[in-house]
Nanobody, 126 residues
């Protein structure tokens, strides 16, 4: 059984930075691609960023490109999301996800992820 535990959320002001962490346990982390998604009430879960198994490839939503950076430390079984220049529209619950589908190297599609964390709230005040 895979467990994903996010941390690092909080209340910040516009322009501030936060770093989210997601610690994984229960399977070989390095053989899985990882992603971050976010969701606000009444809206569907939205892709934010993803990283390949090795960490050599990343992909971002246009709304966060240039401001957010996803990274991973396979020795610590942890994936990070560095969020800079935060805006009020970044306010959401952020979820990390783990996937290992055969033939998938990196993915922005939530349906390709098998395991999800419980989420961490990020609130950006104006």
């Amino acid at each position: 059984q895979v467990q994903l535990v996010e941390s690092g959320g909080g209340l910040v002001q516009t322009g501030d930075s936060l770093r989210l962490s997601c610690a994984a346990s229960g399977r070989t982390f390095s053989s899985s691609y990882m992603g971050w998604f976010r969701q606000t009430p009444g809206k569907e879960r939205e892709f934010v960023a993803a990283i390949s198994r090795s960490g050599g490839n990343t992909v971002y939503a246009d709304s966060v490109k240039g401001r957010f950076t996803i990274s991973r430390d396979n020795a610590k079984n942890t994936v990070y999301l560095q969020m800079n220049s935060l805006k009020p529209e970044d306010t959401a619950v952020y979820y990390c996800a783990l996937g290992s589908a055969v033939g998938v190297y990196i993915s922005s599609n939530a349906n390709t992820y098998e395991y999800w964390g419980q989420g961490t709230q990020v609130t950006v005040s104006s």
